[in-house]
């Protein structure tokens, strides 16, 4: 993404935006926005600096910017910034990161 956030998430956070999905079914039949399901890939923008422990100490995130992941349907929270939309989420809901 070429333009710069305007928010940085904190502690364990990440900031996604979705991938998008294709506009076809596996069969060739193109699908109407009202029947496709909101994609499950993102790619990182942002992380926060990590999970803080009761020791006070700082653990660092796992995921960096410009991964690729797979999240949960559900669980997370869409914001929207400047007409884009986002999920912001905990790094530990982010199932796995996809390798290229």
């Known amino acids: 993404m070429a333009k710069e956030l305007k928010i940085r998430p ?5 900031i996604i935006k ?7 079914s596996a069969g060739g039949i193109i699908l109407p926005d009202s ?29 960096k910017v410009g991964d690729k992941v797979l999240f949960p349907k559900w669980g997370t929270d869409e914001i929207k910034i400047d ?9 530990s809901k982010i199932i796995a990161v996809i390798n290229n």
């Open 10 to 14: 904190l502690h364990d956070r990440v």
């Open 18 to 24: 979705r991938l998008e999905e294709d506009e076809k």
């Open 35 to 63: 029947a496709k399901e909101k994609p499950q890939q993102g790619e990182v923008l942002a992380v926060g600096k990590g999970v803080i422990t009761q020791e006070g100490t700082v653990l660092p995130m796992d995921v």
């Open 83 to 91: 007409g884009e939309d986002f999920i912001v989420m905990e790094e």
